[in-house]
């Protein structure tokens, strides 16, 4: 697969990872009475309910992700990876870690 194959997998499994994480962190944080961040999460969740709206958002982005990593020759593919794991880390893992760990403080 060589190097660059290798590094544009494990970004694509960090990738779905997160967005595995998000979505069931978001779950249970919308359970707990936690305010969801995505106004548009936020409009779907009272039209479809909970559960169906983060597993058709979820699903749509696994499924771009498969589609970059598909293109995965093109060289701003790794780029592109790299980049949606750091937002997602940054405005996803982090503040919901955050939360949920605060739960063993209380």
């Not at 190097?3 to 694509?12: I, K, P, S, Y």
């Not at 499994?13 to 995505?38: C, K, M, P």
């Not at 779907?44 to 498969?66: D, E, H, M, N, Y």
């Not at 995965?72 to 893992?93: D, I």
Request: glycine residues 8%.
């Amino acid at each position: 697969m060589g190097l660059r194959g290798d590094r544009l997998h494990q970004l694509f499994l960090l990738n779905i990872s997160l967005q595995v994480f998000d979505g069931v962190a978001t779950y249970h944080g919308v359970r707990l009475y936690w305010q969801e961040g995505n106004p548009l999460l936020l409009a779907a969740i009272p039209v479809l309910g909970l559960g169906q709206t983060l597993l058709l958002f979820k699903s749509k982005a696994c499924l771009f992700l498969i589609l970059l990593r598909r293109v995965g020759s093109h060289a701003t593919v790794q780029a592109s990876l790299a980049m949606l794991a750091a937002v997602y880390g940054v405005f996803s893992f982090v503040p919901w870690m955050t939360r949920l760990l605060s739960l063993l403080w209380l």
